[in-house]
């Protein structure tokens, strides 16, 4: 038998000043999640606005 390779999930590190982590701070514990949680919520819905976007721009290139 083959072992099943686990695959990692990709990381991101970064870096926030006091204010950047005093405002984590609130948006966690205002959605009741966890800094963790929160970063990973904010980086979905980036891409996701980010996505759609660029599908609208590529979308009237090529009318």
């Known amino acids: 038998m083959?072992?099943?390779?686990i695959q990692n999930s990709p990381t991101?590190?970064?870096?926030?000043n006091d204010a950047d982590k005093s405002?984590?701070?609130q948006l966690s514990a205002r959605l009741g999640k966890s800094q963790t949680e929160t970063v990973r919520v904010l980086v979905r819905e980036r891409?996701?606005?980010y996505s759609?976007?660029?599908k609208s721009k590529t979308a009237s290139v090529k009318q």
Do not use: D, H, V, Y
């Not at 083959?2 to 390779?5: G, I, P, Q």
């Open 2 to 5: 083959t072992k099943k390779r």
């Open 12 to 16: 991101i590190a970064m870096r926030f």
């Open 23 to 25: 405002a984590l701070r």
């Open 47 to 49: 891409l996701a606005s």
């Open 52 to 54: 759609l976007a660029e």
